[in-house]
Each structure stands twice: as C-alpha cells, then as structure tokens.
C-alpha cells in the first residue's frame, strides 16, 4: 500500500492506522491487557530507556491505541496522536502541558463550556490569565494577543452558536507572537477540516462526537505536528493518566471506517433540515455553515470541506417556545451530546452551556431561546416531518 496520507479520505477512513499484526488479523485485535512482558531485563531496561521497540504499561501505550492514534493522525495529516479518556482530558493535557504560571490563554468566547470552566477556574489557580474573544473577528483576535500569550485556542464551528474562525489568520497571528494554534475539531471531524494543513499546531477532538459516531463510548485525541510537541504531550498523558482503555479504542477505530460516508450523509441531511427551518414560520433565525446568511459563510466555504451536521436555531416564543419543540419531538431524541447517527436536540442555555455564567453566555451570543440540533443519518423527510409537527405545537 502506498504512504496511506496519498489517499482519498473515504479509503483513508477505511485504512488508516490498519498494519499487519501477529495472526495477520484483517481487524486489529484488541489487547485487553494493563501490562507486557519483558524477554529479560535488558530488553525491560532498553524499553525504559526508550531505545528499544515495545510496549510497557498501558498507561504509556498499548497496540490497539497506538493503532487508533495513528488513524487519527493519518486522517488530520498530523504527525503522532494521543488518545485520552474524554474530550476533557484531551484539552486538559494540552493546557497542562503547555502552560505555565503567568501565561495567558486566548480562547474562542462560544467554546464548549466546560473549556471555559477549566481554563476560567482551574488553570486560573494556577494563575493562568484568559481572554475570551469573538474568534471570528480576526481583529479582536489580533488585539486579545499580548506578550504572554502562549496558546490562542479555537473551536470552529463554534459550540453552539456555529461562528466560524478563519484558521490561515489565527495560524499567523499565533505564530507572530511564539503562541500556539490548538484548534477544537470535534464539530468538523477530519473530514471536513484539517486544521494542521492550515498551520495549527495542535488538533484535539472529543472522539466521543463524529468520530466514534455511535454514541456509546467516551473519548478524546490530540493530533501534535511535531516530534517536539508529541514528547511534550506524551510525558504529560503519562504522567495525568486519562488515557483511554483498549476495548473504547477498538470501539472509536470501527467507528472511523464510516466517518467519511457519515458525514456526506450529516452534511447532505443538515443543509436540507437547515433550509427547511429557514423558511418555517414559528423559526426566528437559523444559523448553519450552509446558508448563506451565516456571517462566515465564505471563510466556512474556504477551510471546511462541508458544512456539517450541526445546526442552530432559535423558535418564536423564546425559551418557552423551544421547550414545545423539545417536548413533543418523536424521532429527534431530546439529549446533550452530538455526532452521532441519531439525531438529538438540546438547548444549551439550560443544558451544554449551564455552567457558563448568564452573561458571559450571552456576551458569546448563546441566547436563552437558541436550541441546538446535531443532524444523524435518519432519512431527512421524517426528520423534518417529525420538527415540523413540534413547532407547530408552539
Ligand atoms: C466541541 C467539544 N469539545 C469538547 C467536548 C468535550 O468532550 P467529552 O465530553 O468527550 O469530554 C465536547 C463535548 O460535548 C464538545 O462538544
């Protein structure tokens, strides 16, 4: 097989990080073990060392992580992955691995909110300073950047309000300035949008969204572009343990064999319901990546290679209004979380984004009535049907 990055990422996600194994197995097996032999203690020793071939203690490394980390990074076209427990420890280990007393963090101000939280509480202990900023406004950006600035932290779309930052320019204004660009990737998945290629240093994403797809484990992985950064990461994982367990990564590996032609499908179904919303007469304002009235439409066009399968909308009648709809949805299953094959529907306000202060909440524009939907790959028909028959509730 020739280098699996030439590939299309529809074959991509079939092969990456697939090698011949022991038994010549087509799907890797899964090594149920926290520990492996040494042959003698030299070869216990050079492992230790880090000159020799193998594995130690699952906590440092185990065949059927490796063999999703190296999927992961194939489909960002990054250099090493790191799997991790959640989303969570995947963002915690980059902070904790970058960041020290006196630095400052510039962070997208419409972030999943418990990354506000982390950085806002528990890094702040640490005396970390943090700025939140409209990431879409390059401007603001560029102004937000000071002399201490280490990372400049992005998640595009944003979580939930879909605004879209342009990565070429953040990649730039980071670099200006010795910071990293960490890019949250969860929403685009790698097949929408390869932040790497477009200068970020760092990629992380929640596996337990698009990647996995089927709702039912937990994860999180970071994508490092450099040996230099990997070590970083690595010594960090090692040391924090929130590392993910084999039988999750085999699980998240299977998942990836069908991201590419998941998210046509997300992709094909969200424009449909998005333009159907559009035009529905209980439906204030929809923001989606496909429309034309999103306010980063073009730079959504330039760097995403679809629109994805999230959608945000606001129904007339406000937070009452969005609790008809969720009340009396039927196919669309009313829960946090996203990415996956079913539809869910959620309101951020009181759900995802509770723990953000009001006013922070809606300075970052997640207004009290916006409800979010994650599009699954159900025929989009009934899925329109089924939000049409609880809008008209309202
Ligand atoms: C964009 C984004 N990043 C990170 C996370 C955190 O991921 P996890 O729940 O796997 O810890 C989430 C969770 O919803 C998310 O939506």
Do not use: W
Request: include cysteine; charged fraction near 20%.
């Amino acid at each position: 097989m020739k280098d699996k990055k030439q590939y299309t990422d529809e074959t991509m996600s079939v092969h990456a990080g697939i090698e011949d194994n022991e038994h010549l197995a087509v799907v890797p097996p899964i090594y149920q073990t926290s520990t492996f032999k040494f042959n003698n203690a030299d070869h216990g020793a050079s492992l230790f060392s880090g000159q020799g071939d193998g594995y130690i203690y699952t906590r440092m490394g185990n065949p059927t992580i490796k063999a999703l980390e190296d999927a992961a990074a194939q489909l960002e076209r990054g250099h090493k992955g790191l799997a991790c427990a959640s989303g969570m420890a995947a963002i915690h280990t980059v902070f904790a691995a970058f960041l020290q007393q006196g630095d400052h963090v510039v962070c997208s101000e419409a972030v999943y909110g418990p990354t506000t939280t982390l950085l806002d509480s528990v890094f702040k202990k640490f005396a970390v300073e943090v700025s939140f900023v409209d990431t879409a406004d390059t401007d603001a950006v560029k102004s937000a950047v000071k002399e201490n600035t280490k990372i400049l932290y992005v998640e595009t779309p944003g979580n939930p309000t879909l605004c879209i930052a342009d990565l070429q320019t953040a990649a730039k204004t980071a670099h200006d300035n010795n910071a990293l660009l960490v890019v949250d990737n969860t929403f685009c998945s790698p097949i929408l949008q390869k932040p790497l290629t477009l200068g970020a240093d760092i990629v992380l994403h929640s596996l337990t969204k698009f990647m996995n797809g089927h709702a039912d484990v937990v994860g999180g992985l970071i994508i490092a572009n450099s040996e230099d950064y990997y070590k970083v990461l690595r010594k960090t994982l090692n040391l924090t343990g929130g590392v993910l367990g084999p039988q999750d990564a085999f699980l998240v590996h299977r998942g990836i064999k069908t991201l590419a032609m998941r998210m046509k499908i997300h992709c094909q179904n969200a424009q449909k319901i998005a333009e159907f919303l559009d035009q529905h007469p209980k439906v204030e304002k929809v923001i989606f990546p496909g429309l034309f009235s999103h306010p980063q439409y073009e730079i959504g066009k330039k760097q995403m290679a679809g629109p994805g399968g999230m959608i945000s909308f606001e129904v007339k009648g406000g937070i009452e209004g969005g609790k008809v709809v969720m009340n009396n949805v039927k196919l669309c299953t009313l829960a946090v979380s996203l990415g996956g094959v079913e539809t869910l529907i959620q309101h951020p306000a009181s759900m995802t984004h509770a723990i953000m202060p009001r006013e922070h909440r809606l300075e970052a524009h997640i207004t009290d009535g916006l409800v979010r939907l994650s599009v699954g790959i159900e025929d989009a028909d009934e899925l329109t049907a089924d939000l049409d028959q609880a809008l008209n509730k309202i």
